[in-house]
T-cell receptor
Framework: DTGVSQNPRHKITKRGQNVTFRCDPI?????LYWYRQTLGQGPEFLTY????????KSRLLSDRFSAERPKGSFSTLEIQRTEQGDSAMYLC?????????????FGPGTRLTVL | DAKTTQPNSMESNEEEPVHLPCNHS???????IHWYRQLPSQGPEYVIH???SNVNNRMASLAIAEDRKSSTLILHRATLRDAAVYYC??????????FGEGTQLTVNP
């Protein structure tokens, strides 16, 4: 068990470019979550999957954001036409079961800087 | 999720106990009290959770008031590695974690 991994760890891009982040959850974890964290704030929920189904999306997830978990294993988060306000740490977490109160295990995050 | 209130920051000395308070006066009967912490440059990590009774694990203890409107996370002997932001979170059946701003704990050597 190597924990939740995220790639890349850092991404610098120019405004208007598209970026894609990858999250590999802990093996056999059914649920996978995406959060966003800006400096000095706690993480904010974006979306979550149970297996390959995307069950909830936050209002923070604008049309420029899309997340997938095609085979119920790894997940990708894509941001199209990036804006400076998208600069943040993007965190992925996974949990083992289907109960809403299961412990979530977080990855180290991908730090996005939009110039 | 119901709202929690925590002090912005606290300080402790190494090897001394730390009591981190959390107020949650609007807690409902089905809300679990969860604590996560976030070390610098890392993702949050689970610390402990409880419903009504006090809980202990290898990392910490959780003391829950009888009326459940407040709780206290107890680190029995703080180490430098415990310096982090500590988040108190209420959860019911929803899967999301709703983080506040948490308490920044500083541990002095």
């Amino acid at each position: 068990d190597t924990g939740v991994s995220q790639n890349p760890r850092h991404k610098i891009t120019k405004r208007g470019q598209n970026v894609t982040f990858r999250c590999d959850p802990i093996s056999e974890h059914n649920r996978l979550y995406w959060y966003r964290q800006t400096l000095g704030q706690g993480p904010e929920f974006l979306t979550y999957f149970q297996n390959e189904a995307q069950l909830e999306k936050s209002r923070l997830l604008s049309d420029r954001f899309s997340a997938e978990r095609p085979k119920g294993s790894f997940s990708t988060l894509e941001i199209q036409r990036t804006e400076q306000g998208d600069s943040a740490m993007y965190l992925c977490a996974s949990s083992p079961g289907t109960r809403g109160t299961d412990t979530q295990y977080f990855g180290p995050g991908t730090r996005l800087t939009v110039l | 999720d119901a709202k929690t209130t925590q002090p912005n920051s606290m300080e402790s000395n190494e090897e001394e106990p730390v009591h981190l308070p959390c107020n949650h006066s609007t807690i409902s009967g089905t809300d679990y009290i969860h604590w996560y912490r976030q070390l610098p440059s890392q993702g949050p990590e689970y610390v402990i959770h409880g419903l009504t009774s006090n809980v202990n694990n290898r990392m910490a203890s959780l003391a829950i008031a009888e009326d459940r409107k407040s709780s206290t996370l107890i680190l029995h002997r703080a180490t430098l590695r415990d310096a982090a932001v500590y988040y108190c979170i209420l959860r019911t059946s929803g899967s999301r974690l709703t983080f506040g701003e948490g308490t920044q704990l500083t541990v002095n050597p």
